[in-house]
């Protein structure tokens, strides 16, 4: 089951942040590496990062699947994003341990999916 981290594509972010805009950053990667059927997982405590709603928006234009995992204030990701999962908290700290808990229970059940 392939994987890419977008985060860690450090000389293609920086290009791309230089030459385009940081805002672009994952639309970019996410339209050459993304094809329909892929999933997105887009990434944002305050739910208003522009870089991954763009990115979203380019996973939406593939026919890709998105997931946006933020914290209590959605703003864009309800349009955005496929499955929306917002997490409680008071601050980014708050919202950030959350965060570390649902994605570790995703790939532990995508594990027990595929690979039983």
């Known amino acids: 089951m392939p994987a890419i981290s977008l985060v860690s594509q450090t000389a293609l972010t920086s290009a791309i942040a ?3 805009g940081a805002e672009w950053t994952f639309a970019q990667q996410v339209y050459g590496y993304g094809r329909a059927g892929d999933v997105l997982l887009g990434i944002s405590t305050s739910g208003k990062s522009p870089n991954i709603l763009r990115a979203l928006e380019v996973a939406n234009c593939l026919n890709m699947q998105t997931i946006g995992l933020t ?16 997490c409680l908290g ?6 950030q341990e959350q965060h ?12 027990e999916k595929f690979f039983p």
């Open 71 to 86: 914290g209590p204030q959605t703003y864009d990701f309800d349009q955005r994003a496929n499955i929306v999962i917002s």
């Open 90 to 95: 008071n601050n980014a700290a708050e919202i």
């Open 100 to 111: 570390i808990k649902i994605y570790h229970e995703l790939c532990s059940r995508l594990e």
């Open 18 to 20: 230089n030459d385009i």
